[in-house]
């Protein structure tokens, strides 16, 4: 058997055979490459993710170790606290000079104008300041009551004659808060000072101050001084701002000390305030 004669090939067999490696070549290289590529694209996927992820981390970190800003109040702003905020040791030096002379800052253009801060540090931390609900929100300025708001004592009405209609007439006044006070002054029997309008419950401050303008004491009723040593708690209870329970508590009272000195010592029964006081006073005694 002649091997030489299988190996014999003619031109075109030989270039078919060629041809055949070069395709089989190229499929292999193609597909490698094409292997590669998508195991270097998963890579890189990977790798943005694994970043991502490391970011975030560090993101959290950087959050964990950064001082969390609470609400405050800019006038008392400490060494530390500026310190944490981001302000100068200048910028300090003259808040604290501007505290000291007893001045107060009430805005974030106040603050910025005191400290010198610049705007972005001013936008980071002013919405932050904490102010109290006065300045947050100004009452509207109330007028004072003055002495020349009112009539002379001989120019004012007496308060004891006033009627209906000229309580209705005067400025703030209502029909309810008119019937009240006549109510009041027929209860009580009288009044015999200005001041216990303020004790009709439902008149508002200002109708008061109206009345007054017009209306003072000048008849006052006789009142007979109740014996607060001799008194029973029946008796007592009549006297304004008393009630039956606090009756019986100044007769105890009463009956444990041998007797009240001094009405003062009223202020010992729970319910009886100063305020109280002064008005229990007008009808009360200690002695006939």
């Known amino acids: 058997m002649k091997l030489k004669s299988h190996l014999m090939l003619d031109s075109k067999k030989r270039s078919g055979i060629l041809l055949l490696v070069i395709i089989l070549s190229a499929c292999w290289i193609f597909y490698f490459w094409t292997i590669q590529k998508e195991n270097s694209l998963e890579s890189i996927d990977d790798i943005a993710i694994y970043q991502a992820r490391i970011d975030s981390l560090k993101e959290i970190e950087t959050l964990k170790s950064t001082p969390k800003i609470y609400p405050f109040n800019p006038n008392f702003i400490t060494d530390y606290k500026g310190y944490t905020l981001g302000l100068s040791t200048q910028e300090l030096d003259k808040l604290f000079s501007f505290r000291k002379e007893g001045k107060w800052i009430n805005s974030s253009e106040d603050f910025q104008k005191v400290t010198g801060v610049s705007d972005s540090l001013l936008a980071a931390i002013s919405p932050y300041f904490k102010f109290p609900d006065w300045v947050n ?44 006070i006549l109510a009041y002054r027929k209860k009580i029997g009288g009044f015999i000072e200005d001041n216990q309008l303020y004790d009709i419950y439902n008149v508002k401050r200002n109708q008061v ?16 001084l109740i014996n607060v040593n001799k008194a029973n708690a029946s008796d007592l209870a009549t006297v304004p701002f008393l ?3 606090i009756a019986r508590s100044i007769i105890d009272y009463r009956i444990l000390n041998e007797g009240i000195k001094n009405l003062d010592e009223l202020l010992k029964i729970e319910g009886i305030t100063p305020y109280k006081l002064d008005r229990i006073k007008l009808y009360l005694s200690t002695s006939q």
């Open 137 to 180: 929100n100004p009452k509207k300025t109330i007028k004072k009551e003055s002495y020349n708001a009112f009539k002379s004592f001989n120019d004012q009405k007496d308060l004891n004659k006033a009627t209906f209609e000229n309580l209705i007439n005067l400025p703030e006044m209502t029909e309810e808060s008119a019937r009240l």
């Open 209 to 224: 101050i109206e009345v007054k303008k017009e209306f003072t004491v000048k008849s006052k009723p006789v009142i007979v």
């Open 243 to 245: 009630t039956f329970d």
